[in-house]
């Protein structure tokens, strides 16, 4: 058993929000001073927090991140986060077709609960970097191992993914909800913080590689490019929804 793994699981929620929310309010009052200060710059605190916290644990950290790069692991959390990232593709595909058909959803295409996913200063720095740590320990770490004290395990990974997917616009909250069930397996598997941790700097890391290359918009442009992923993005769903399903029912 991990001893950051153990200090992790007792750190409690209103612990943590009580801490968030005095950062809030620190950091909003500041910013009326200055326009360098910015709220979401709480991901960034909350991680100095943790750090804090596993102070006395650094060597059993970098253990159990390296323990993240075993064969088998790695291929393991490869292969969810490319099937993922498939079907958030399908879902914004989704999304963006009942936009269409239906023009009354569109607020809905830019609504969600104000995130600080990203960082004035480095936005890509923050959202592959800076929100995967944040919020694994958030969201897996304190959330989820706090959650499974009061309900049944599976319920307490639906509450968390439901919590994390509304950090989401809506074209991205069911594939939001779907990778955090997911990432809550992988953690819930290995015991191992950092598992879930690389598996979303993975994620976010391909997502804008993705998204920089694609400098002409072909994946939503292109019917050709948009077939193919559509398609890619069935099976993977088929895959997660057949994965989700076989772990869940072996969590205890």
Do not use: Q
Not at 29 to 43: D, E, M, Q, R
Not at 189 to 195: A, D, G, H, M, S
């Amino acid at each position: 058993m991990s001893v950051c793994n153990d200090v992790i699981k007792n750190i409690k929620i209103r612990h943590l929000t009580i801490i968030i929310i005095l950062l809030y309010v620190v950091l909003y009052a500041l910013g009326h001073f200055t326009s360098v200060i910015n709220p979401k710059w709480i991901y960034v605190f909350v991680i100095l927090f943790f750090i804090f916290m596993l102070r006395d644990c650094s060597e059993d950290f970098k253990n159990d991140f390296f323990n993240v790069f075993s064969k088998i692991k790695l291929k393991h959390i490869l292969l969810i986060v490319v099937v993922n990232i498939f079907f958030s593709y399908g879902m914004l595909y989704a999304a963006n077709y009942l936009a269409v058909s239906f023009p009354s959803l569109n607020f809905l295409m830019n609504f969600a609960i104000p995130s600080m996913s990203l960082l004035s200063f480095a936005p890509l720095l923050s959202t592959i970097v800076v929100s995967p740590i944040a919020e694994e320990l958030i969201f897996r770490g304190v959330l989820l191992n706090r959650l499974k004290i009061y309900v049944p395990t599976v319920f307490a990974v639906l509450i968390s993914a439901l919590l994390f997917g509304s950090l989401h616009n809506f074209g991205s909250i069911t594939s939001a909800i779907v990778f955090a069930i997911c990432m809550a397996i992988l953690y819930l598997k290995t015991e191992n913080i950092c598992v879930p941790i690389v598996a979303h700097f993975l994620n976010n890391l391909f997502a804008e590689i993705i998204r920089i290359i694609d400098v002409n918009e072909l994946l939503f442009t292109n019917n050709v490019v948009m077939l193919i992923m559509s398609i890619l993005a069935v099976l993977s769903a088929i895959f997660l929804l057949r994965f989700m399903v076989v772990e869940l029912n072996t969590i205890k």
